[in-house]
């Protein structure tokens, strides 16, 4: 193998590692009750505006329902509830960020979106352990505090967002959703 053979060869993975680098450290952050948080801008798929959900039965209070998104059943989820806060009024500065969580597509409805942050690893402490009822509920999903200047944004781990039930049963209400639609 010649040099420009081995030089053209890693060309492809510096390209793929400068793609995850470029990632790495940037979350997208949305307002929900007086908190910030933020999501890892590697599971943020898009941002859409706020839209009729089809609700299913006997599902947890927290997943709102389904959506569909050019032709693609997705569920969502209202984050505020998620986290046992009060629930608030959708608006028009409501809307849904569409992740991809273990291998699923799932639509987070908060409040406002605030911005993307760059927040370098020193500046992320992992969450404290004190706390009781909402605090104490909600400190499960985030895994670090993140420092911005002279704020902090609740930084959240998107799998223990949702747990395998949860994901299980919007699976099967999506598969359920499309094959009634096939008909």
């Known amino acids: ?13 510096d390209t793929a590692l400068s ?4 990632q790495k450290g940037k979350y997208m952050t949305f307002k929900s009750g007086n908190e910030y948080f933020g999501l890892g801008i590697q599971y943020v798929e898009q941002i859409i505006q706020f839209q009729s959900i089809t609700a299913i039965p006997e599902t947890e209070d927290y997943i709102k329902g389904l959506i569909n998104l050019r032709g693609k059943v997705i569920p969502v989820v209202d984050v505020r509830l998620r986290f046992k806060q009060e629930p608030f009024e959708y ?6 960020i569409v992740i ?23 500046n992320i402490l992992p969450p404290p352990s ?12 985030v895994y670090g505090i993140g420092k911005v ?9 998107p ?25």
Do not use: F, P
């Open 149 to 157: 200047g002279d704020t902090v944004k609740l930084l959240l781990d």
């Open 91 to 96: 608006n028009d500065r409501t809307c849904i």
């Open 159 to 183: 799998d223990k967002l949702l747990n395998d039930e949860d994901l299980s049963a919007m699976e099967q209400a999506s598969e359920m959703n499309l094959e009634g639609n096939e008909r």
């Open 100 to 122: 991809n969580v273990k291998t699923m597509t799932v639509g987070l409805i908060v409040e406002q979106i605030a911005e993307v942050v760059e927040i370098r690893e020193e």
């Open 1 to 13: 193998m010649d040099e420009t053979s081995k030089w053209n060869g890693q060309e492809g993975a």
């Open 130 to 141: 004190i706390g009781r009822g909402d605090r104490a509920h909600q400190n499960k999903y």
């Open 19 to 22: 793609e995850d680098d470029a």
